[in-house]
């Protein structure tokens, strides 16, 4: 009888449901996120090469129009202000509009710009233009960076994260070398006919083949919004894709679409969780841009070089923050890992330990995890040599006659190495700390470093002129060691922060 009972309560009771698989934090592939990488990889080329390539003809541009070269130098001070200004409107228009609309609006912008650049006659219209031409290039960055946070996790996000930045530093070599030798044999405008052509053929081609990322529209890539201009390429992706996804997600309902926060990057900067590293960021970045901004005047006056030799000297410190950035990405996704192994073989043996054998939430132990640990123990080391490599650069180059020019350009490699490890660093971590906000955070740090160096870059050569070269760097240096009480403070206090910002959230 009992046995009798017991069958029938077995066979009225319902099967358990069976858990429906884990949907993948992205649906694109290697393959595809390697495609995906190249792309907004080139397109953070155009910030730099807009910069960079414009370097070894400052001198020539300063003789064509009739200025001095304090005038022209103001056209690279204005530059770097629009480039920090700009991405704080485009980051959150492609945090909420989408990734490839905020793509396509600043390539038209950067092409307009190019063009009459190209046909510039006088200053005022060559300032101008170069602002506008800022607006346009310099959000590439920052959007770049958000479509990483887009389809990566942090566990893989350095690596990436280290190829973006080393391909958005391709120009820092190149571009001075296409730069002199444009203006050397073509004029200075043909410098801005070539980034026309450049822009024009990429636009076309980043239209056809870079997918929408943003994953409040396309969640992991499974959502398939409505817009043309967000449907294509995403399903040829979806199509392909060797990812095993449930294509019945796209009947899901996309996440609350969030309004254009122009005031996020703003609100970034400020806030005590990003404020220290960001200001000491912004700082080494500036030194590093007074000191490349210098080295065409330099190495002219004190070296005698033409625009081809001044483009050439220019490769040392673009091979170096190419070679670094790459390094440095591997070697943050290695810290990483090994961090979070620790944590988590730590975490575990608590949970066992601790009473009634409950377990902490995926989410706590998120928030208890040593991010600043995992992600900034490297920046004193590259800080250091940074500092180094600034005061070589200084009392090297002050005495042109009794040290040879290979000894300024070398310290011209190791400090892009340094200060472009250290950005890359930063950036990572801001990314991890600001996931859903990844292109705000970007353009706060762009903000504040772009608006320090067009400071720096303003001063540079009157500080030279007044007191030396290696005076002048060598005091560089000292606020650069002085700048290190931002990565002092992180370190002790951030994890607090975020665990109050966390708290209050909920």
Request: net charge neutral.
């Amino acid at each position: 009888m009992a046995t009798e009972e017991n069958s029938e309560e077995t066979q009225s009771t319902p099967p358990l449901p069976t858990p429906a698989p884990e949907e993948p934090y992205s649906i694109f592939d290697k393959r595809q996120k390697a495609l995906i990488i190249l792309i907004v990889s080139t397109a953070a080329t155009f910030s730099g090469f807009a910069s960079n390539i414009y370097f070894p003809a400052l001198p020539t541009i300063a003789d064509d129009l009739n200025i001095s070269i304090e005038l022209v130098n103001l056209t690279v001070t204005s530059y770097l202000i629009f480039q920090g200004l700009a991405p704080s409107l485009w980051g959150p228009v492609s945090d909420v509009r989408g990734r490839r609309i905020a793509y396509c609006c600043t390539f038209l912008v950067f092409l307009g710009a190019c063009v009459g650049l190209g046909e510039t006659k006088n200053y005022s219209t060559l300032i101008v233009l170069r602002c506008l031409q800022s607006t346009g290039s310099a959000s590439t960055i920052a959007i770049g960076s958000g479509v990483i946070g887009d389809i990566t996790t942090r566990a893989d996000r350095g690596g990436f994260m280290g190829i973006f930045q080393g391909g958005l530093l391709v120009p820092v070599a190149v571009g001075p070398v296409i730069g002199g030798a444009l203006a050397g044999s073509l004029g200075w405008r043909a410098i801005f006919w070539f980034l026309t052509i450049y822009s024009g053929v990429f636009l076309v081609l980043l239209i056809v083949l870079l997918p929408e990322t943003l994953r409040s529209i396309v969640a992991n890539g499974s959502l398939t919004p409505s817009n043309p201009i967000g449907k294509y390429p995403l399903r040829v992706y979806q199509k392909t894709t060797q990812v095993d996804w449930n294509p019945e997600a796209c009947l899901r309902e996309p996440p609350a679409r969030k309004r254009i926060d122009v005031t996020g990057p703003f609100r970034i900067l400020i806030s005590k969780i990003a404020a220290p590293i960001i200001v000491f960021l912004a700082i080494y970045y500036a030194v590093w841009q007074m000191s490349i901004t210098a080295m065409s005047t330099l190495f002219e006056d004190r070296y005698g070089l033409t625009e081809t030799q001044i483009g050439l000297t220019f490769i040392a410190n673009g091979a170096g923050s190419m070679i670094g950035t790459l390094i440095t990405g591997k070697i943050l996704d290695l810290d990483y890992r090994r961090v979070k192994a620790k944590y988590e073989a730590h975490s575990a043996q608590t949970d066992v330990e601790a009473s009634n054998g409950l377990a902490r939430s995926a989410t706590e132990k998120e928030g208890c995890f040593p991010l600043e640990k995992a992600r900034l123990r490297l920046v004193p080391v590259f800080s250091f040599v940074q500092c180094m490599s600034i005061i070589l650069f200084g009392w090297t180059i002050q005495y042109p006659d009794r040290v040879h020019i290979a000894v300024p350009i070398v310290s011209t490699f190791i400090t892009g190495w340094t200060a472009v490890s250290t950005q890359s660093v930063v950036m990572t971590y801001l990314v991890d700390v600001f996931s859903d906000r990844s292109a705000a955070a970007s353009a706060s740090l762009n903000l504040a470093r772009c608006l320090f160096a067009a400071g720096g870059t303003s001063f540079v050569m009157p500080l030279v002129n007044s007191i030396g070269v290696g005076l002048a760097f060598t005091i560089c240096a000292i606020v650069q060691a002085v700048a290190l009480l931002g990565v002092a403070v992180q370190w002790k206090f951030a994890a607090a922060w975020r665990g109050e910002t966390a708290r209050d959230k909920s």
